[in-house]
Nanobody
Framework: QVHLVESGGGLVQAGGSLRLSCAASGDIGRLNVMGWYRQAPGKRRELVARISSTGVTAIMSNSARGRFTISRDNVKNTVYLQLNSLKPEDTAVYYC?????????WGQGTQVTVSS
């Protein structure tokens, strides 16, 4: 079993920054490619960024490209998402999970709210 705990969200003004963290515990050997997902009110959950176990990254969201950076620390079993130049449309609950995701791994997520 794997346990993922997201943190670092909050309320920030447009143009601000946040750093999200995803701490993994348990059978982390199942965690190869990891991703950050987000779900805005009334919208489907989408994959924002992903990172392989060796650090190869990809920003999957066109709106996030150039503003978000994903990274990981395999010693700390933690995946990060740096959010810069935040916009109101980035408001969502942000989750981490494998890519592709496993239903049993979804955590509570962390709320990011960007005010205009």
């Amino acid at each position: 079993q794997v346990h993922l705990v997201e943190s670092g969200g909050g309320l920030v003004q447009a143009g601000g920054s946040l750093r999200l963290s995803c701490a993994a515990s348990g059978d982390i050997g199942r965690l190869n490619v990891m991703g950050w997902y987000r779900q805005a009110p009334g919208k489907r959950r989408e994959l924002v960024a992903r990172i392989s176990s060796t650090g190869v990254t990809a920003i999957m969201s066109n709106s996030a490209r150039g503003r978000f950076t994903i990274s990981r620390d395999n010693v700390k079993n933690t995946v990060y998402l740096q959010l810069n130049s935040l916009k109101p449309e980035d408001t969502a609950v942000y989750y981490c999970n494998r890519v592709p995701p496993w239903d049993n791994y979804w955590g509570q997520g962390t709320q990011v709210t960007v005010s205009s």
